[in-house]
Nanobody, 123 residues
Framework: QVQLVESGGGLVQAGGSLRLSCAASGRAFSSYAMGWFRQAPGKERAFVAAITRSGGHTYYADSMDGRFTVSRDNAKSTVYLLINSLKPEDTAAYYC????????????????WGQGTQVVVSS
């Protein structure tokens, strides 16, 4: 099993940046592909980005418009999501998740989930 804990969320003004972190413990972090999802109030959880086990390839939802960057540090068992030029519509709970499937945007392919970190963007 893998335990995931997100951090780095908060209240930020539109135009600002945030770097979310997700620290993993338990089974070998590098054996999992990692993904980020977000869930806005009243909406379904949506795929944001994914990164392969090695970190050599990243994959983003089409709607993410280039403002998001996913990365990982396997030595630190941590995956990151950098969000630039934040917009009010980015307000959501952000979740990291671990999967045995690489480059997946499907909720069902992710086996382990963190508890989420809240991002609120003010206009």
């Amino acid at each position: 099993q893998v335990q995931l804990v997100e951090s780095g969320g908060g209240l930020v003004q539109a135009g600002g940046s945030l770097r979310l972190s997700c620290a993993a413990s338990g089974r070998a972090f590098s054996s999992y592909a990692m993904g980020w999802f977000r869930q806005a109030p009243g909406k379904e959880r949506a795929f944001v980005a994914a990164i392969t086990r090695s970190g050599g390839h990243t994959y983003y939802a089409d709607s993410m418009d280039g403002r998001f960057t996913v990365s990982r540090d396997n030595a630190k068992s941590t995956v990151y999501l950098l969000i630039n030029s934040l917009k009010p519509e980015d307000t959501a709970a952000y979740y990291c998740a671990a999967s045995g499937v690489e480059n997946s945007d499907s909720f069902w392919d992710y086996d382990y989930w963190g508890q989420g970190t809240q991002v609120v963007v003010s206009s």
